[in-house]
């Protein structure tokens, strides 16, 4: 089992940049998929990124270019830096972890990014 906890959120203005760290316990951490997801109000949870073991990066369309996601496996840490952020990135932004050979998923608390002038 993985425990997942987020930091990094918070108020910022549109243009600006954030970094949002999530950092593991348990073992295993190097096998899981990792990814981030966000929900915003009133909306669906959705999938921001996600960055196999092997170091494979996915983004949804309106990320790309301006999302990176990473991962220190020595560190037991996913990251999500977040470029050019927009008010419509504004959500409570989720860590996900993913075992790959079976439908095992563990979520963190999330961490509320507010994109704000």
């Known amino acids: 089992q993985v425990q997942l906890v987020e930091s990094g959120g918070g108020l910022v203005q549109p243009g600006g940049s954030l970094r949002l760290s999530c950092a593991a316990s348990?073992?295993?951490?190097?096998?899981?998929?990792m990814g981030w997801y966000r929900q915003a109000p009133g909306k669906q949870r959705e999938l921001v990124a996600t960055?196999?073991?092997?170091?494979?990066?996915n983004y949804a369309d309106s990320m790309k270019g301006r999302f990176t996601i990473s991962r220190d496996n020595a560190k037991n840490t996913v990251y999500l830096r977040m470029n050019s952020l927009e008010p419509d990135d504004t959500a409570v932004y989720y860590c996900?972890?993913?075992?790959?050979?079976?439908?095992?998923?563990?979520w963190g608390q999330g961490t509320q990014v507010t994109v704000s002038s």
């Open positions: 996900n972890a993913k075992w790959p050979f079976n439908e095992n998923q563990y």
């Open positions: 960055i196999t073991r092997g170091g494979t990066t």
């Open positions: 348990g073992s295993g951490f190097s096998i899981y998929t």
